[in-house]
C-alpha cells in the first residue's frame, strides 16, 4: 500500500513538473524580459496570445515622466512593412492595441523605448510574436485540460507500474488509453475547432505538434494494450509507451500550429 502511494505521488510531481514545463516554454506564453533605466532594472511582459474580439493591448512599465514608446508591428508570413505608433502614457505605464487578425492570424511586434536621446529595443534581440484565436467555451476548455492532465497522470504512473515484475498493467493501460482519446482526439478537436475553425491540423493535414503527438501517444498506448495478454512483452511495451507519452507531451503547447500566410493573399493590413 506505501508502495502504491509512493509511485502516485511521484507520478503527480513529474506529471506536474512535466505541465507547468510545458506550459511556460509555449510560443503563447507572454514574453519577459527587462531593461536598465537609469541604475534600475524595469521588468515587463508582452503578450504572445489574444482572444478574437477583445482588445489586443500592450503594455509596457513607463519608468520615467520623461520617456516615450513607439511599437512597431507587421503581419507574420507577410510582405508588409514595419508600421509604427506612438504608445500612450496611461497610469504610469506606456498602451498601445494591435489590429485585430482572422483566427490563426500573427503579429510580430517590438518597441523601442527612448529617454535623454538614448533607445533601447524590447526585446533586445528579435521580435514578439502574438497569435489570434476565438475564444473557447469553458464547457469544452475545462474537460479537455482535466481529461489529458488525468491522461498524463495515468500514463506516467502506468510506466512506474511497469518497473514493478508481475505487475498487474491492465487496467492501468486501458484507461491511460481511454482517456487520451477521449482528451485527445474528441475534446482535443472541438477546442482546436472552437479557437481556430479546424478539427484537426496533425498529420495528414497539418504540421501541428499539438495534434500530432497526442495522436503519437494513442498510437504507442494501443500498441501497449494489445500487447497486454503477451506478459514477456507488455512491461517493456507500456515502459516504452510512458516515456514518449512523457517526452511527447513536455513538447511546447502550440508549437506549429493554425498559421495564416499571408504571402497567399492579396489582402492588404488593417492598420
Not at 9 to 25: E, G, M
Not at 74 to 89: K, T
Not at 129 to 135: A, L, N
Request: proline share 6%.
Amino acid at each position: 500500500m506505501k508502495r502504491s502511494l509512493v509511485l502516485w505521488l511521484l507520478a503527480i510531481v513529474i506529471t506536474l513538473f512535466s505541465a507547468i514545463y510545458q506550459r511556460l516554454t509555449g510560443p503563447t506564453h507572454p514574453f519577459r524580459g527587462s531593461f536598465l533605466l537609469d541604475g534600475r532594472t524595469i521588468s515587463y511582459k508582452l503578450p504572445c496570445a489574444h482572444i478574437i474580439g477583445e482588445n489586443h493591448q500592450v503594455t509596457l512599465p513607463a519608468g520615467s515622466d520623461s520617456g516615450e514608446a513607439t511599437i512597431f508591428f507587421r503581419r507574420l508570413n507577410s510582405n508588409d512593412e514595419w508600421s509604427a505608433q506612438p504608445m500612450v502614457s496611461k497610469q504610469g505605464r506606456f498602451v498601445a492595441e494591435l489590429p485585430e487578425q482572422p483566427t490563426g492570424g500573427k503579429v510580430q511586434y517590438y518597441i523601442e523605448y527612448t529617454q535623454n536621446g538614448q533607445t533601447q529595443r524590447l526585446p533586445a534581440q528579435g521580435v514578439v510574436v502574438s497569435r489570434f484565436r476565438y475564444p473557447v467555451p469553458a464547457a469544452v476548455l475545462i474537460p479537455h485540460i482535466l481529461v489529458m492532465f488525468m491522461a498524463m497522470l495515468l500514463s506516467t504512473r502506468t510506466g512506474l507500474e511497469a518497473l514493478k515484475r508481475g505487475a498487474r498493467l491492465d487496467r492501468l493501460v486501458l484507461w491511460t488509453l481511454g482517456l487520451l482519446f477521449v482528451g485527445g482526439m474528441v475534446l482535443g478537436p472541438l477546442v482546436q475547432h472552437a479557437a481556430f475553425g479546424a478539427y484537426w491540423t496533425g498529420l495528414p493535414f497539418g504540421t501541428d505538434l499539438t495534434d500530432n503527438k497526442t495522436l503519437i501517444a494513442l498510437v504507442v498506448w494501443l500498441i501497449a494494450a494489445l500487447h497486454l495478454r503477451r506478459p514477456e512483452r507488455v512491461r517493456a511495451w507500456v515502459l516504452g509507451a510512458a516515456i514518449i507519452t512523457l517526452i511527447a507531451f513536455a513538447i511546447p503547447h502550440s508549437v506549429m500550429g493554425t498559421e495564416v500566410n499571408h504571402l497567399k493573399e492579396a489582402a492588404p493590413f488593417q492598420k
